[in-house]
């Protein structure tokens, strides 16, 4: 089954290089974090294009290290952003559930009246325990 994501969904896109630039790595890191399923991107427009949802990342405090994660301090001191931490183990629940990037990201980015709101928004707030529970009722 694959999932066709609505243009309107999901509210800002970044292209690899994008995610690269926002990273502090090339582009072979995000296509790796792409394949490790640490983020999750779909072809979209026409030539189809490698696109990440903007939302799948946050800020970095390059101030503070308290805020950078872990790693990134050495290997990308000059990040703007970083990977939301709870995406990767969310991703591996709607991977065990059956769901492809397409589906899982679409699953995101799909208001849920329980939350409230989307679960990507969760997510960002911390939520990351009631989202996964979620996710795991899919099964």
């Known amino acids: 089954m694959t999932a066709q994501i609505p243009d309107d969904l999901v509210d800002s896109w970044l292209t690899v290089p994008d995610v690269a630039e926002e990273l502090g790595v090339d582009a072979g890191k995000v296509?790796?974090?792409?394949?490790?399923?640490?983020?999750?991107g779909v072809r979209r427009g026409d030539p189809?294009?490698?696109?990440?949802?903007?939302?799948?990342?946050?800020?970095?405090?390059?101030?503070?290290?308290?805020?950078?994660?872990?790693?990134y301090a050495e290997e990308a001191p000059e990040a703007r952003s970083a990977v939301l931490?709870?995406?990767?183990?969310?991703?591996?629940?709607l991977g065990d559930v059956g769901m492809s990037d397409?589906?899982?990201?679409?699953?995101?980015?799909?208001?849920?009246?329980?939350?409230?709101?989307?679960?990507?928004?969760?997510?960002?707030?911390?939520?990351?325990?009631?989202?996964?529970?979620?996710?795991?009722?899919l099964l």
Do not use: C, Y
Request: avoid cysteine; charged fraction near 25%; glycine fraction near 6%.
């Open 31 to 40: 296509r790796r974090l792409l394949k490790e399923r640490r983020l999750a």
């Open 48 to 71: 189809p294009v490698l696109s990440i949802p903007a939302a799948f990342l946050v800020p970095v405090d390059a101030r503070n290290p308290a805020t950078a994660p872990e790693g």
């Open 85 to 93: 931490a709870s995406l990767q183990g969310t991703l591996s629940v």
């Open 102 to 137: 397409a589906e899982a990201i679409a699953w995101l980015f799909t208001p849920d009246e329980s939350l409230p709101g989307r679960p990507v928004d969760a997510l960002r707030a911390g939520h990351k325990t009631e989202v996964r529970r979620r996710a795991q009722a």
